[in-house]
């Protein structure tokens, strides 16, 4: 179903939205122009309906597929194409769109259901073709309403005109028409509640993932630097409420540049992306953000963690990196990380990472490969 | 097109779903219909074109839970707007609005008769107002409990036990020209669905228009150079090498590193790191074929640019442009002016997997690098076996 709507609605070529169009809508065609046909094959219902606005519907519904038809042939040959098929869009949209208004004024505009029908075929338009194109189908459409209803207001022809005389009984419907306007009513509403949902659902699926892609780091999946300060902040005045130890780690994987440098950006990114992926192991709880802040640092955050167990975690992430062996061609090379952990009890965003920060050019100093840690105790300010 | 300040405002409440701020945008979207309801229902005792139309027993029930109804949702609404600061969910609050406002236009619609008035399409503006603002789960028991109306009702009216358009004395529409109070009622309520029905679907397409689109920029561009990213790259050159398996035409791949980039961070900071990757994507995009070529950043300062139907010679020739037009562009920060080279990879594709004609380039360009950088390196790719 989903693949289905995003092949239609998404991904679908302009040619492509033509024909889903025209078989779509066809069939209904041709299931109104059987229908009529049957009606006025029998005597007791014949004897009710207006003839002169019968034989325009079912002329009507002819021409409808026809256009319908012609248009799916112009753009067939082309359909896997991504060039724009305008005037075989707006074509479809004004078969379509004019086919069922003119039942809508001849049933009557504002006594059937045939409106949701109409509302409905608007919200599929929609989805479909580019919004000019239904913008000047709308309004066609729309002044046909319109222009209908001024004549009926200035007595020039009647309401309704299609219906004549014994359709009701005593107030009721006839069983026919009561059939006709139960199935147009649930139809048209069902349809339209029906598509309506989808719609919504996609909306939402694509905020979601909007979201999603504005917080990630593409090359290793991990959180971005975004996400990781949102991350930190929240975590931040969440600790002044609860008053728990919270710990940051910087990580830097050790002379990255050699790694590009002699096996290619290739190698480098394959180091990051495996980085990445160890990162998301050693990750204890979901409250715990491993993210990516650029380049080859990464940074890890641990809410309500002791230094103690933060080491343990790092100390394990950092044996786990110099462990493991990366191939590039014949050569075999390893790589290591240098850590620099502090503990917060209260601090702004921007001191901790600093504070992290030198932590991690001491654990460089003093050779690469190895955790420095610090706790801070909050500077009374 | 520009969007109105006041749409993307609309689009941003929408999408952020708070519960207090929903309550009220979802009261003046629904209130304003419910308000002319009510008051179109006052006609019968103060027209008389419009008297005998209600039963006598049903109308002032109606008006009156009508009016409390109205209240309800003002109080509400009210109340939430004292609070539309605070984002905490108020599940109980979105429930006491959705339930009874739906289940109260979903009644009036029943008992005006859906089937021949305009009254069906309120059952949908009010579903399409409450999924706008709310989500499936919070609007579960409002829909549910009105599909449940729905079904009873309509199986009553089949077994009689209520008349279709339970608060009138007649149907709106029994085949006879419509009554001149009812002309006007019908054209009246119409009016107030049919419009915010079409303007919220036409609303609903642009927004999933404009997320379809940002949802693209963010996929496939570079957000400082506005570039194609590595992944809009790398589709791109899946495509362009199958086309050259089938047609045969030449292509070549351009990727280029900044010289000493590290050093251009260190020395002028990295706003003017920034700067000079943008203006090499300026230059890049200058200096390649709209619409043909793909220049894109693949990552820090590694750029690549695709050319289809460019051999390894064109290929060069873009290249020494580039990386001439690189070398004579002045940057100033600090007062002071400095230049930056760049060394380049070239590779002409020929054929087989696309991933190793860039691997390839990568080590052209490493030689280019090795050989003391600031030059170009060039190669045909060797022809791989055939794509799998």
């Known amino acids: 179903m989903r693949e289905f709507f995003d092949r239609i609605f998404v991904s679908g070529t302009p040619a492509h939205r033509v024909l889903f169009a025209v078989w779509s809508s066809t069939p209904f065609f041709i299931m109104i122009l059987v229908g009529h046909g049957w009606a006025l094959t029998r005597d007791d219902i014949r004897g009710s309906l207006h003839l002169p606005s019968m034989w325009t519907i079912q002329a009507l519904m002819v021409l409808c597929i026809v256009v319908n038809l012609g248009s799916a042939w112009a753009v067939w040959a082309r359909r896997a194409e991504r060039a724009r098929a305008d005037g075989a869009s707006l074509l479809v949209c004004l078969s379509i769109g004019l086919g069922y208004t003119v039942i809508t004024v001849l049933a009557g505009s504002y006594t059937t259901g045939a409106t949701l029908i109409l509302i409905g075929v608007l919200a599929i338009g929609l989805l479909l073709f580019p919004m000019r194109i239904m913008v000047m189908a709308y309004i066609v459409c729309s002044a046909l309403l319109v222009g209908h209803d001024a004549g009926v207001l200035l007595k020039a022809w009647s309401y309704a005109p299609a219906l004549g005389q014994g359709m009701f009984v005593r107030d009721e419907p006839v069983w026919w028409f009561a059939f006709w306007r139960g199935y147009v009513f649930y139809a048209g509403f069902v349809v339209l509640m029906f598509l309506l949902m989808v719609l919504f659902r996609r909306l939402d699926e694509m905020h979601a993932s909007l979201t999603q892609l504005s917080n990630t780091d593409e090359l290793t999946g991990l959180a971005n630097r975004r996400r990781f300060m949102a991350c930190l902040h929240d975590e931040l005045s969440r600790q002044g409420r609860s008053g728990q130890p919270l710990c940051v780690a910087l990580l830097d994987a050790d002379h990255f540049k050699r790694v590009n440098d002699r096996h290619g950006h290739h190698a480098g990114d394959e180091v990051l992306r495996t980085l990445g992926a160890v990162m998301l192991g050693s990750v204890r709880a979901p409250t715990d953000v491993p993210a990516r802040l650029g380049g080859e640092e990464f940074a890890l955050l641990m809410p309500q963690t002791r230094l103690a167990d933060a080491q343990r975690v790092c100390e394990r992430l950092r044996a786990t990196v110099a462990a493991q062996r990366f191939r590039h061609g014949d050569a075999a090379y390893g790589v290591t990380i240098s850590i620099g952990l502090v503990e917060s009890l209260g601090d702004e965003a921007e001191a901790i990472l600093a504070a992290a920060d030198r932590e991690l050019y001491r654990a460089k100093a003093e050779g690469r490969n190895r955790v420095r840690s610090r706790a801070r105790v909050r500077e009374a300010s | ?388």
Do not use: C
Request: proline share 5%; no cysteine; net charge positive.
């Open chain 2, 1 to 388: 097109m520009k969007t109105p300040a006041w749409l993307s405002t609309l689009e941003q409440r929408v999408a952020q779903r708070a519960d207090r701020s929903s309550i009220v945008l979802y009261t003046l979207a629904i209130g304003p219909i419910l308000a002319s309801l009510w008051l179109l229902q006052w006609a019968p005792v103060l027209h008389p074109a419009a008297a005998g139309a209600f039963r006598d027993s049903a109308w002032p029930l109606l008006q009156g839970a009508h009016g409390v109804l109205m209240l309800w949702m003002l109080g509400w609404a009210v109340w939430a707007w004292q609070r539309r600061a605070d984002t905490t969910p108020s599940p109980w609050a979105v429930q006491a609005v959705l339930v009874p406002s739906l289940l109260g236009l979903w009644l009036v619609s029943l008992g005006m008769g859906i089937q021949d008035t305009p009254m069906g399409m309120f059952l949908l503006i009010t579903f399409v107002v409450g999924r706008g603002l709310f989500s499936m789960a919070q609007l579960r028991w409002a829909l549910w409990s009105g599909m449940v109306v729905l079904v009873v009702h309509e199986a009553a009216q089949y077994m009689d036990l209520i008349p279709y358009a339970f608060l009138l004395n007649r149907p709106v529409y029994v085949g006879e020209p419509l009554t001149p109070w009812w002309d006007v009622w019908v054209r009246l309520t119409a009016l107030l669905a049919l419009v915010p029905l079409s303007g919220v679907l036409f609303l609903l397409a642009w927004l999933l228009q404009r997320r379809q689109l940002a949802l693209r920029a963010l996929v496939l561009t570079d957000a400082l150079t506005g570039l194609a990213n590595r992944r809009a790259f790398m589709s791109q050159l899946y495509r362009e090498a199958h086309r050259h398996e089938r047609h045969g035409l030449p292509m070549s791949v351009l990727i280029m590193d900044i010289d000493h980039f590290k050093h251009v961070n260190d020395e002028w900071g990295h706003a003017m790191g920034d700067e000079v990757l943008r203006q090499l994507a300026r230059l890049l995009r200058q200096h390649t074929r709209e619409r043909v070529d793909l220049p894109a950043r693949y990552g820090g300062e590694e750029f690549v640019v695709l050319l289809p139907d460019t051999t390894l010679e064109g290929a060069q020739a873009v290249a020494e442009k580039l990386a001439v037009r690189l070398r004579e562009q002045d940057f100033m920060a600090k007062g002071r002016s400095f230049r930056v080279t760049m060394s380049l990879g070239v590779v002409q594709y020929g054929g087989g997997d696309p991933d190793l004609a860039l691997r390839e380039a990568d080590r052209n360009l490493y030689e280019a690098k090795a050989q003391g950088r600031d030059r170009i390196v060039a190669t045909l790719a060797p022809t791989g076996a055939t794509m799998g």
